[in-house]
């Protein structure tokens, strides 16, 4: 009788010791899970091999070379290499792929931001450049982050040659140019420090609702999810349920748990706890369709170099072996 429960008990587990993570995402009715990447690191064909295993991820988001000093570095002179790439390598492996942006007050040519332009000649910048770059990959495009990262953390808007120029028209000429590229392509908004219940992620509940009422195409809210360990906000479930209650759907787009280093063994099970506390809170809003990581490695993670002491933020370490974040993902879906 022990014998046979033993038996049952390692059945019942080895699903789950050999889960990976698309796999048990999709398992549990998600769209995907993927990760970022980005082009210099597709030299490196060890992690290229595991960014390829779709079981591992079902979805790609280039990191940078979708972005608009990427794309459109000079007026009218549009460059699609870099992205390509990426798009080549998702659809080779049978991925899709997030595109990553169009509108954002980072990563912009000077031409841009020091073109002194008219209110009527911005708008058609904007609706050229997004109506372009989402038309060249039209039908081949998941969701596209149109706008990214339109408010401050008061829930005051960010002040960039955008806002400043258009105020708050910017968004809809953007939203209009990407429809009307591909209407297949799901159209979000995203930004980070809206996981959690406040001033910022109401701002972005009542900038969606307005864009509906003003019947403006807008599918979704993206949460980047670039959380601290030990800081996952409690009220993440509850946001994402209000955000989708306006008819749209959400993605955690650029997850990672950043620590203060050295990462300890009670720091790296607390980032597993918290890792499993987003896939658990994704796992139960049926509007959450899947989660992205902000890239699956320490290797390529961009926290060492903007928060100084502080990184061990992805599910896999800089030797691309996995952390007990990676068994943390699988437990929360």
């Avoid at 990214?148 to 008061?154: A, R, S």
């Avoid at 109401?202 to 307005?210: D, E, P, R, S």
């Avoid at 790296?268 to 899947?290: I, K």
């Amino acid at each position: 009788m022990l014998g046979s429960l033993r038996f049952a008990c390692m059945l019942t587990l080895a699903p789950l010791a050999l889960a990976q993570l698309n796999s048990i995402a999709q398992a549990a009715g998600k769209l995907y899970l993927g990760s970022a990447t980005d082009n210099p690191e597709l030299n490196d064909t060890a992690y290229v091999a595991i960014l390829s295993n779709n079981s591992e991820f079902g979805q790609i988001t280039p990191g940078n070379s979708m972005k608009w000093d990427a794309t459109e570095p000079s007026q009218g002179t549009f460059s699609f290499t870099g992205g390509q790439v990426i798009v080549d390598l998702a659809q080779g492996n049978g991925q899709i792929i997030r595109g990553h942006n169009c509108v954002w007050y980072n990563q912009l040519p000077s031409w841009v931001t020091s073109g002194n332009f008219s209110a009527t000649e911005l708008t058609s910048i904007v609706a050229t450049h997004c109506g372009t770059i989402v038309g060249h990959w039209a039908g081949e495009i998941y969701a596209w982050d149109v706008i990214n990262e339109p408010f401050n953390d008061d829930g005051t808007w960010r002040s960039d040659v955008f806002y400043d120029t258009l105020n708050t028209t910017f968004v809809p000429t953007a939203l209009n140019a990407a429809r009307e590229a591909d209407p297949a392509a799901k159209l979000y908004i995203n930004d980070y420090n809206i996981e959690g219940e406040g001033a910022k992620a109401t701002a972005m509940i009542n900038l969606v609702q307005q864009l509906k009422d003003d019947d403006v195409p807008i599918d979704a809210i993206g949460l980047q999810g670039h959380f601290i360990v030990g800081e996952v906000p409690t009220t993440l479930q509850a946001n994402m349920e209000a955000m989708t209650a306006l008819g749209v759907e959400v993605a955690i787009t650029e997850l990672d748990i950043r620590m203060t280093l050295p990462s300890t063994d009670a720091l790296l099970a607390q980032q597993a706890t918290d890792y499993a506390s987003v896939a658990a809170a994704c796992n139960a809003v049926s509007g959450c369709v899947g989660i992205t990581v902000w890239d699956y490695t320490d290797k390529y993670s961009w926290v060492p170099s903007t928060f100084p002491g502080q990184g061990a933020a992805c599910p896999w370490d800089e030797n691309l072996e996995k952390k007990p974040a990676y068994d943390g993902i699988i437990s929360g879906f």
